[in-house]
C-alpha cells in the first residue's frame, strides 16, 4: 500500500509536508499564479496489482485503496463510490454515457471529497472541520464529520439553496450564514490559521483548490470508469467546473493507470463553465486563468465562481481538452430533458456538461464516433428553481374526465387516444 511521502505542487513539483493541506505552493504563489497541492507517495501507487484481480469486498470507493492515501479500514465512509454508469442514447448526443455521482450518500460527487478528506482529519487528530460551501461541499463535509466524530462548521452566504442548508443542519454542522462572499473565507481563515481548523474547502484567493487528501477521492471517478468500459477509457470527459477539483483528480486517476500499463490512454477533458475563466485563460495562453465577472448570478450556483484555477487549466492543456461556457437557458433545457428523458434530475450545474457535449458536437470538436463521459455531480432536489421554473404550474381540477382531458392537453400538450 503506498504511503503519503509529500504534498507536491500540481504544477512546479515542489516538495511540501505531509501536512501542509492547508496551503498552496510557495513557490507559485511568489510567481503570480498560485497553485494547489497533491498528494506524492513513497511508491507508485497499484504497484503490484493486476488490471484484472478483485479489489476486495469493500463498498465504497475505498476498494481502491492501493491507489489511496489510506487504508480502507482506517476510512471516514458512508459507502461512497461504485456510482451507476449508465447509457443515455435517448438525448440524441451520440455516444454518451452519464456517471451518476448523485447516488452517493449525500447525494453528491462531493462525498468522495469528505471521505477522503476526514480520513486524514482523523489521523491530524483534527478538532475542528470547516468548509465554507453553496451546498454540497458543507453537506458532504457535515455528513463525513458526523461519522467521524469531528464537530463541524460550514459558512455559507444569505441565499443558498434552502434544502441544501438544511442538509448541512440535518448532519449536525454549525452553519453559519453571511450576507457578504468574502465573509466566509475570511472567517475561515482565521479559524484555520490561528486554531487549527482542518478546512476541507477552498477559504482563501486567488483559489488554488480544495483540500489535496479529499481530492484523491477523486482518483476513483476515473477508476471506475476505466474498469467499467473494460480498461477503454472514453474519449472524452465533460465535466461541470468551478475550481476544478475532480477534474483534476479523474486525469491524475487515469494518469495512474496509465503509468502502470493498464490503460494506453488518457480521455481528453471538457470544463462546463459558466463564467469563462478558463476558455479566456485558452485563448490568451495565460498561466492563471482571469477573474471574469457576471452580470447576474447563475443557476448553477455550484459552478458560480468568476475565477477557475491553475490545477484546472493544466489538465484541460495536458489532455488535450477545451473549456466551454454554458448559460442558464441551456442548463434549464438539459435538466428537463434529463429527468423527462432518462429519469435523472440533475442540479443545475450538473446538466452544464449536457449543453457542452451538444455544442462541441455540432461544431466538429467532439466527432461523431468519439466517446463521451459526462459527469452528473449532483441530485437535483438539492436545488429544485430550475424545475419549478421550468415547468408549467400543475392544473387544478375539479370536475370529470372532459375537464381533465382538456387541462392535459392545454398545460402538457397532451391529446388522448
Not at 245 to 258: P, R, S, T, V
Amino acid at each position: 500500500m503506498p504511503v503519503p511521502s509529500a504534498l507536491v505542487c500540481v504544477r512546479c513539483g515542489a516538495r511540501h509536508p505531509i501536512d501542509h493541506y492547508a496551503k498552496d505552493c510557495r513557490v507559485c504563489r511568489a510567481r503570480g499564479a498560485p497553485a494547489n497541492l497533491t498528494v506524492a507517495y513513497d511508491e507508485q501507487p497499484g504497484q503490484g496489482l493486476r488490471r484484472n484481480s478483485p479489489f476486495g469486498s469493500v463498498r465504497s470507493m475505498w476498494r481502491w485503496d492501493s491507489f489511496l492515501h489510506a487504508p480502507a479500514t482506517e476510512a471516514v465512509t458512508l459507502g461512497e463510490g461504485n456510482t451507476p454508469l449508465l447509457p443515455a442514447p435517448s438525448l440524441g448526443l451520440g455516444d454518451v454515457w452519464i456517471k451518476d455521482e448523485s447516488r452517493n450518500p449525500t447525494w453528491s460527487f462531493k462525498d468522495r471529497l469528505g471521505s477522503g478528506a476526514l480520513t486524514m482529519a482523523r489521523r491530524f487528530g483534527a478538532k475542528m472541520i470547516a468548509s465554507s460551501s453553496s451546498g454540497n461541499a458543507g453537506a458532504a463535509a457535515a455528513a463525513y464529520a458526523a461519522k467521524a466524530g469531528i464537530p463541524c462548521l460550514v459558512f455559507t452566504f444569505v441565499g443558498s439553496a434552502g434544502p441544501l442548508v438544511l442538509q448541512m443542519r440535518a448532519y449536525g454542522a454549525m452553519v453559519v450564514k453571511v450576507t457578504d462572499k468574502a465573509d466566509r473565507w475570511r472567517l475561515q481563515s482565521l479559524g484555520v490559521r490561528e486554531l487549527g481548523w482542518y478546512p476541507t474547502s477552498p477559504f482563501f484567493g486567488p483559489v488554488v483548490g480544495s483540500n489535496p487528501y479529499g481530492m484523491e477521492g477523486y482518483k476513483t471517478i476515473a477508476f471506475e470508469i476505466a474498469e467499467a468500459f473494460g480498461w477503454e477509457p472514453p474519449d472524452w470527459c465533460i465535466l461541470p467546473v468551478c475550481y476544478g477539483d475532480a477534474l483534476y483528480g479523474m486525469w491524475k486517476g487515469f494518469e495512474e493507470l496509465k503509468a502502470l500499463g493498464w490503460i494506453v490512454r488518457t480521455p481528453r477533458f471538457v470544463a462546463a463553465e459558466v463564467s469563462g475563466s478558463l476558455p479566456a485563460a485558452l485563448v490568451s495562453g495565460d498561466p492563471m486563468p482571469p477573474d471574469v465577472g457576471r452580470n447576474a448570478a447563475s443557476i448553477a450556483t455550484s459552478i458560480g465562481a468568476a475565477q477557475a484555477t491553475v490545477q484546472a487549466l493544466d489538465v484541460l492543456r495536458r489532455s488535450g481538452g477545451t473549456a466551454v461556457t454554458v448559460g442558464d437557458d441551456e442548463m434549464r433545457r438539459w435538466v428537463v430533458a434529463l429527468a423527462s428523458k432518462e429519469g435523472i434530475w440533475p442540479e443545475a450545474s450538473s446538466a452544464a456538461p449536457f449543453a457542452a457535449i451538444e455544442r462541441l458536437r455540432a461544431e466538429g470538436t467532439i466527432k461523431p464516433n468519439e466517446r463521451c463521459v459526462a459527469l452528473l455531480t449532483a441530485a437535483g432536489l438539492k436545488d429544485p428553481d430550475p424545475i419549478e421554473t421550468a415547468l408549467p404550474e400543475p392544473p387544478l381540477v375539479t370536475g370529470g374526465l372532459s375537464e381533465l382531458l382538456a387541462a392535459l392537453k392545454t398545460t402538457y400538450g397532451f391529446a388522448h387516444g
